[in-house]
């Protein structure tokens, strides 16, 4: 037998006393080891043991041993089978898909059934982990486990078991309620014995599980890692972020603080962790600028190493929410092109929106149509047409919008081809979400699809009203607006499904609510222009009736629309109804009380007397009451009736208007009572001499004074001498005070003056003032837009019939305004352009 006395390799030295004893008491143990070995010879399952956990093993290896046993597996033996399966299949090429194909994996799963209670924590562990690598899902398996798991006990439990169950339970997934809970609040036990990684994991897999239980554990993790930061790797920052940003659960201590170590440490993100972090921020909406400046030149050295997914993800974040970075994106489409053929339909949709969602730099700037790269999204369209059976409406949406937000003419036909491919492979089916953005990209691309329009339409409107309001009123009023404006407008079903149900249009479009949000109003507006665009006056009509009759508030722009639409088709009735409308939704609960709602009504009055119907201006007259001034009186002698309220007759017995267009209010009601009524020459006067006092009035006042009147003079005076009737056409008209000086300088030409205003209230303004300066029946004044007003003007006066074109208002509107009339060729040989506050030539 070996001695267990220490030897003394320096003989010069004296003996240690503590040496010796311990030397003498390791000696004993490994003797009682070997005694405990002599005494009690390997057993075959430990045996077996060693052999299943032998380095060299391949997987084939284990399973052989597996199979050789049999059914001879004791309980510990079965885990470590399984976890060392788990093991190997991860390192080896195709290893797992390999183990599962194995009917000798499946034998060991099933013996491992209803064995879950004879294994310890961290056996548990194991198997929950190896179940989560092997990809087998929520099997009875996992199922024992979890339940085993929580039963165990804070004691027998560490914390890299508790993470690691967790992480297996996200990846299954595994969502059982009592599992979860319980394993959370262990976690909040020990969780001042987590490190790092356990930390991020937890947080990761409560995250990704998305149940209640996980908020008070998100919250002790939040400030338990608050103080870790500077100790965090790179995949533990990155995780966390993830966490925080999918659970929708934000502390802002601790974004602030992951944002300054992500944008301090940016080189720590690999090519795995810097596109998780990027989407995180994205998505959280905790502003991040110094993560988006410092990352592009880690992301550029990084896309070797990124897949697919982790290069669509730095791309849509940047697009989300980082600065806008041309360079930056051009490198990243050229990376996006090399990889287009081994992409999914995901991958195309979510590339084509990115690029066409970047920030905008410039908010004025007419450019900002997203990232404009012609090559990728050409390579977009053309991988597309690879794989079109394995598009989703959602992704065709997707692409069709970018390609129409960005302007791309190339490759839009071909996709479109696509779409129209993917949809014909069953009966026509589309969802009203998906249906408006194909829509809505069709009628802004000049690509006409009529085939692809008609299949969009006949699956969305078979099941009428319904079907085409069931993803909400935004969705029916895109899909209403885009189809005015493409040849498949005279598509028969979905004209039917709303000439058929106008009661269900308007509860689609209303809803349950008294009061209509801002929302619901602009869609009901943009559903009545787009009826009056399509040819259904009656329906438009009968929709204003049910309107009144359910005692909806529909708002002011919906009112102007039915003011344009009954305008453009002589409807007199209609537009009376309309005017009535935006009178008492001027007013502050009142009806019919206070200058807007004066100003409005004396404007119904004035166009049903030019339209020939007295009866309906006697109709708006009498809503007045004693709200009635001297512009009323006047117009109840045209009447040859006597006004029924008093009248002002002094611009200080006048009400002070206040809230929307109080100052235009103001200064026409000055103006009116300044000048005698019937001289445009002296209402021009007194404006004058208002605008050079007052700066505001100077700009209300617009193109009627001052150096902007004088260069309007000078426009128009040309065509005052030299042309026949000249028509000058203004948009943007305000109180109207432009449009008396260019009536005024065609007097002796004969010519007309049509003057269009979107805001209903501005154009009332403007009838009046027209009215009271005696000329309302050189000026035509229409409510609208040009998108509405150009097609009318081309259908009344032809092709070439505008003499000169003034443009006020918003100069963000003129390039659109102008380009819109050359197209439809209204503007006659050498015709004039005048604009004001032009934001670029």
Not at 107 to 126: K, M, P, V, Y
Not at 464 to 477: M, Q, T, V, Y
Not at 789 to 808: D, N, T
Request: aromatic residues 6%; hydrophobic residues 45%.
């Amino acid at each position: 037998m070996a001695s267990f006395y220490p030897v003394r390799k320096d003989r010069e030295s004296p003996l240690n006393a503590q040496a010796v004893a311990a030397s003498l008491r390791a000696g004993h143990a490994r003797q009682e080891v070997v005694e405990r070995r002599l005494n009690n010879p390997v057993t075959p399952q430990q045996r077996l043991h060693k052999e299943l956990v032998a380095k060299d093993n391949s997987l084939s290896d284990v399973l052989r041993l597996v199979s050789d046993v049999g059914s001879e597996l004791d309980a510990n033996n079965l885990a470590t089978a399984i976890h060392k399966i788990a093991q190997l299949g991860r390192r080896e090429s195709r290893g797992i898909a390999a183990a599962r194909a194995d009917p000798r994996f499946g034998g060991l799963i099933a013996a491992s059934n209803d064995r879950a209670g004879e294994w310890t924590s961290r056996q548990l562990c194991h198997m929950a982990w190896s179940v989560a690598v092997l990809t087998c899902g929520p099997s009875p398996l996992l199922h024992q486990v979890g339940a085993q798991f929580p039963m165990r006990g804070e004691a027998e439990h560490v914390p890299q078991d508790i993470s690691t169950f967790a992480w297996a339970l996200a990846v299954v997934p595994l969502r059982n309620e009592d599992v979860l809970s319980s394993t959370a609040d262990q976690a909040m036990v020990k969780l001042r014995e987590f490190g790092n990684q356990d930390l991020s994991i937890t947080a990761w897999a409560f995250a990704k599980l998305s149940v209640e239980s996980r908020r008070p554990l998100m919250s002790a993790i939040a400030t338990e890692s608050l103080p870790k930061l500077g100790s965090f790797t790179g995949r533990n920052l990155a995780n966390l972020s993830w966490a925080f940003a999918t659970s929708q659960q934000r502390n802002l201590d601790l974004c602030e603080a992951l944002v300054n170590e992500c944008s301090s440490r940016i080189t720590e993100l690999g090519p795995q962790e810097l596109p998780i972090a990027l989407w995180s921020f994205a998505a959280s909406g905790f502003p991040a600028d110094a993560v988006f400046k410092a990352a592009p030149e880690q992301a550029v050295s990084s896309l070797g190493g990124m897949d697919i997914s982790h290069l669509c993800n730095v791309i849509w974040a940047y697009a989300r929410a980082g600065p806008r970075n041309e360079s930056l994106f051009a490198v990243l489409a050229d990376e996006a092109r090399g990889r287009l053929h081994n992409m999914e339909p995901l991958h195309l949709a979510n590339l084509a929106w990115s690029f066409a969602n970047t920030q905008r730099a410039d908010e004025f700037d007419l450019s900002r149509v997203g990232v404009r790269n012609e090559p990728l999204f050409v390579g977009l369209a053309s991988a597309a047409a690879r794989m079109p059976y394995d598009l989703q409406p959602q992704h065709t949406a997707s692409m069709l919008w970018a390609f129409a937000v960005c302007a791309v003419v190339e490759g839009a036909d071909s996709l479109a081809d696509t779409v129209h491919l993917n949809m014909q492979r069953g009966p026509p089916q589309c969802e009203a979400r998906h249906a408006a953005g194909m829509l809505w990209s069709l009628a802004v691309l000049p690509v006409r699809h009529e085939p692809l329009c008609c299949r969009i339409l006949s699956g969305v409107s078979g099941g009428g009203i319904d079907e085409l309001a069931r993803d909400g009123p935004a969705h029916l009023a895109s899909i209403a607006w885009s189809v005015a404006r493409l040849t498949c407008s005279s598509h028969s079903g979905f004209r039917i499904a709303l000439r058929s149900n106008v009661d269900g249009l308007l509860a689609s479009l209303a809803g349950s609510l008294a009061e209509l949000s801002d929302g619901r109003q602009q869609n009901i507006a943009s559903v009545v222009r787009a009826l009056y665009d399509m040819g259904l006056a009656d329906t438009a009509r009968a929709l204003i009736i049910r309107t009144e009759d359910a005692e909806v508030s529909p708002g002011a722009e919906a009112w102007s629309a039915w003011l344009c639409g009954a305008a453009c088709v002589g409807d007199a009735d209609v537009e009376s109804r309309a005017w009535r409308g935006l009178a008492a939704a001027s007013g502050d609960g009142l009806p019919y009380d206070g200058p807007r709602q004066v100003a409005v009504l004396n404007a119904a009055a004035v166009r049903a007397l030019a339209t020939g119907h007295p009866d309906l201006a006697a109709v708006a007259l009498d809503g007045l009451g004693d709200s009635a001034n001297a512009l009323s009186v006047h117009l109840w002698r045209r009447l040859g009736r006597q006004s029924r309220g008093g009248a002002s007759d002094s611009p200080g017995d006048c009400i002070s208007p206040r809230g929307n267009c109080s100052d235009e209010l103001k200064v026409a009601q000055l103006l009116m009572f300044g000048a005698p009524i019937g001289s445009a020459d002296a209402l021009l006067s007194v404006a004058e001499a208002y605008a050079r006092d007052d700066v505001v009035a100077a700009e209300v006042l617009g193109f009627g004074v001052g150096a902007r009147g004088a260069v309007l003079d000078a426009a128009l005076q040309a065509i005052a001498e030299g042309a026949s009737r000249p028509l000058v056409v203004l948009f943007g008209c305000g109180v109207g005070c432009g449009a008396i000086r260019v009536a005024r300088q065609l007097s002796g030409a004969g010519g007309r003056v049509i003057a269009c205003e979107a805001d209903g209230v501005l154009a009332a303004i403007a009838l009046s003032l027209l009215e009271w300066a005696g000329i309302a029946g050189i000026v035509d004044v229409r409510v609208g837009k040009s998108e509405q007003l150009l097609p009318w003007l081309r259908r009344e006066f032809g092709v070439g019939c505008v003499s000169a074109l003034v443009l006020s208002g918003q100069g963000v509107e003129y390039r659109e305004d102008l380009e819109r009339a050359e197209g439809l060729g209204v503007l006659a040989p050498g015709a004039v352009l005048v604009a004001d506050r032009v934001l670029q030539p």
